[in-house]
């Protein structure tokens, strides 16, 4: 157990529709980071959490929002889902340099 | 930003012979270097890490080194395993003043397989 938590595991949507992801930290780490794992790529960067405010953001549209809540819990939503957000969903939660990944959400837009 | 190229994209071994990945990276103020392990359909898991006062650390068959001046890291597997078989991701965090708001920038991964 990765101590990571991501819901759902599987997600099917339809173009122009939005999506909610969640992740909910290991114990003890304050830090979480998203990051968009395309087919047979490495994963990007989508944005860092850090006491509720967005510390980092990659090169992604504002389409792609997040938020954190009090217990560090996060939510990942995209808006106006395009077929190329297909893509596995990683959450990484972090205190100091130690990263620890979440099993992820498998998005398919249809 | 950080850019980290990572290669080969594929290596194909016979078990028993040793991998070699190497990735090199942009940033020089990256300081930290972890490898990941990917299994299909499976989470990042971490194998090894190198932080940037360290020019070689090893667990067990897997060792990693860095070259800070020439920006380069590589993941060295000895005794290859059928197990062993994955994708295998470099990456560099960059960081300021040494806290948690890094960002970990990752290679384009290398599909490893280890015959029988």
């Known amino acids: 157990d990765a101590g990571v938590t991501q819901s759902p595991t599987h997600l099917i949507k339809t173009r122009g529709q939005q999506v909610t992801l969640r992740c909910s930290p290991k114990?003890?780490?304050?830090?979480v980071s998203w990051y968009q794992q395309a087919l047979g790529q490495g994963p990007q960067f989508i944005f860092q959490?850090?006491?509720?405010?967005e510390r980092q953001r990659g090169n992604f549209p504002d389409r792609f929002s997040g938020h954190q809540f009090p217990n560090y819990s996060s939510e990942l939503n995209v808006n106006a889902l395009l077929l190329g957000d297909s893509a596995l969903y990683l959450c990484?939660?972090?205190w100091g340099r130690g990263y620890t990944f979440g099993s992820g959400t498998r998005l398919t837009v249809v | 930003g950080e850019n980290v190229e990572q290669h080969p994209s594929t290596l194909s071994v016979q078990e028993g012979d040793s991998a070699v990945i190497k990735c090199t990276y942009s940033d020089s103020a990256s300081n930290y270097f972890p490898w990941y392990k990917q299994e299909l359909g499976k989470r990042p898991q971490l194998i090894i890490d190198i932080r940037s006062n360290v020019g070689e650390k090893k667990d067990q068959r897997i060792a990693v080194t860095l070259n800070k001046t020439a920006k380069h890291f590589s993941l060295h597997i000895t005794e290859t395993q059928p197990e062993d078989s994955a994708v295998y991701f470099c990456a560099a965090l960059s960081n300021a003043g040494g806290t948690s708001y890094g960002k970990l920038t990752f290679g384009q991964g290398t599909i490893l397989t280890v015959h029988p």
């Open positions: 114990s003890g780490h304050d830090t």
């Open positions: 990484a939660s972090s």
């Open positions: 959490y850090y006491e509720e405010e």
